[in-house]
Nanobody, 126 residues
Framework: QLQLVESGGGLVQPGGSLRLSCAASGFTLGDYVVGWFRQAPGKEREGVSCISRGGGTTNSADSVKGRFTISRDNAKNTVFLQMNSLKPEDTGVYYC???????????????????WGQGTQVTVSS
């Protein structure tokens, strides 16, 4: 069974850090582009960051550039999202998603991702 499982969410104070993990089972994550998305209460889901199959290309939303870093360890079938300098507006449910791609070094959060995790809650509050 193809599955993505997020972990690492929690409650953190403004300025703090969290590291989210997205672990895949049932398929080889290295064959897929992976994206992180988030949905705040009352708002639409938005793309946060994505990483190409080989890890050589990443893209991030302007709101998180310089603060969030996406990376992957294909040997561990896992993608990470390191989140620093967190702000209250970063609060939301964070999802990882995967899409197959024939291109080694491209990614976009606007693509139609096929596989989704169940999400992990991130709350930034004092």
């Amino acid at each position: 069974q193809l599955q993505l499982v997020e972990s690492g969410g929690g409650l953190v104070q403004p300025g703090g850090s969290l590291r989210l993990s997205c672990a895949a089972s049932g398929f080889t994550l290295g064959d897929y582009v992976v994206g992180w998305f988030r949905q705040a209460p009352g708002k639409e889901r938005e793309g946060v960051s994505c990483i190409s199959r080989g890890g050589g290309t990443t893209n991030s939303a302007d709101s998180v550039k310089g603060r969030f870093t996406i990376s992957r360890d294909n040997a561990k079938n896992t993608v990470f999202l390191q989140m620093n300098s967190l702000k209250p507006e970063d609060t939301g449910v964070y999802y990882c998603a995967a899409i197959s791609s024939p291109v080694q070094d491209m990614c976009s959060t606007s693509w139609e991702y096929r596989y989704w995790g169940q999400g992990t809650q991130v709350t930034v509050s004092s």
